[in-house]
């Protein structure tokens, strides 16, 4: 039993670590936004979430995480249906073996992993300031580099899947470091976190290989989504549900800064009052 409600909202929440933390959070009676790349696969995850478990409190959005402008729709959609957001899951993530690029010319992992979550978020701040005591969690990986080139984020040079990713998971912590001391003064908290390594559909085809139980993936980001004693903890980097140290690089402070300034430079918008 719960003591009360928090609204949820879990992007890429259809399939995977994304879909099985909806599952359990949902048995757990909180009320679970779930996100889908499309209308049909958020609808369909929904639906059968609800086969699974009895909870009447279940809702789904969904956006391209690739496009700004879904995004930005997605946030309106949210915002006019509820009045505030307790705890927001940056878990969407892709892997590509391939250079791509999206509508709005970035590198699709650096967009996806990074760019859509610092967007997303920013968006949803004022949201999560009207929750009681709001959070923020990012799912990082151990695959982060402690090597980060601001003049090379998108990977012009020297490309390849497991760089990319690893180059979109660096700049997460480093995001969510700097947003930790951005919003020092306010109810949210903001932490990040390595799942394990999980058999999820990104594992097998960017290491080929299979990993711990969905079930077992879940557990961090229900961690760090909700255990009572991470009340008003910030700026943590969490493995099997303890705080660790994340690369060297992530902490530093002036790269930090330079990557939100760059950031606010790719998707043409200031985030400067928080």
């Given at each position: 039993?719960?003591?009360?409600?928090?609204?949820?909202?879990?992007?890429?929440?259809?399939?995977?670590?994304?879909?099985?933390?909806?599952?359990?959070?949902?048995?757990?009676?909180?009320?679970?936004?779930?996100?889908?790349r499309n209308r049909e696969k958020a609808e369909l995850a929904l639906k059968n979430i609800k086969k699974k478990i009895n909870n009447?409190?279940?809702?789904?959005?969904?956006a391209d995480l690739r496009s700004f402008t879904e995004i930005k729709e997605m946030v309106n959609d949210v915002c006019d249906r509820f009045d505030r957001l307790d705890v927001l899951?940056?878990?969407?993530?892709v892997y590509k073996s391939e250079r791509s690029i999206t509508q709005e010319g970035l590198e699709e992992t650096f967009a996806v992993n990074y760019v859509a979550p610092f967007l997303l978020t920013n968006l949803l701040l004022d949201?999560?300031?009207?929750?009681?005591?709001?959070?923020?969690?990012?799912?990082?990986?151990?695959?982060?580099?402690?090597?980060?080139?601001?003049?090379?984020?998108?990977?012009e040079n020297?490309?390849?899947?497991?760089?990319?990713?690893?180059n979109s998971k660096t700049a997460l912590i480093l995001f969510t470091y700097l947003l930790t001391d951005k919003l020092k003064n306010t109810n949210i908290s903001v932490n990040c976190l390595h799942?394990?390594?999980?058999?999820?559909?990104?594992?097998?085809?960017?290491?080929?290989?299979?990993?711990?139980?969905?079930?077992?993936?879940?557990?961090?980001?229900?961690?760090?989504?909700?255990?009572?004693?991470?009340?008003?903890?910030?700026?943590?980097?969490?493995?099997?549900?303890?705080?660790?140290?994340?690369?060297?690089?992530?902490?530093?402070?002036?790269?930090?800064?330079?990557?939100w300034k760059k950031t606010e430079e790719l998707i043409k918008m200031e985030f400067t009052e928080l």
């Open positions: 039993m719960i003591l009360e409600e928090k609204i949820i909202l879990i992007t890429g929440s259809t399939d995977g670590i994304g879909y099985q933390t909806a599952i359990e959070l949902a048995k757990s009676g909180y009320h679970v936004i779930v996100h889908g009447s409190k279940l809702s789904s959005v969904y899951i940056n878990n969407a993530g949201l999560l300031k009207k929750g009681k005591s709001g959070r923020i969690v990012n799912v990082a990986s151990r695959v982060h580099s402690n090597n980060f080139d601001l003049d090379n984020l998108q990977l020297g490309y390849t899947g497991v760089k990319a990713y690893a799942p394990g390594v999980i058999n999820t559909k990104l594992l097998r085809s960017a290491f080929g290989s299979h990993g711990a139980s969905l079930i077992d993936g879940a557990k961090t980001l229900i961690f760090a989504a909700i255990a009572p004693e991470l009340e008003n903890v910030s700026g943590k980097y969490f493995v099997n549900n303890r705080s660790q140290s994340s690369k060297t690089i992530t902490y530093n402070k002036d790269i930090q800064k330079m990557l």
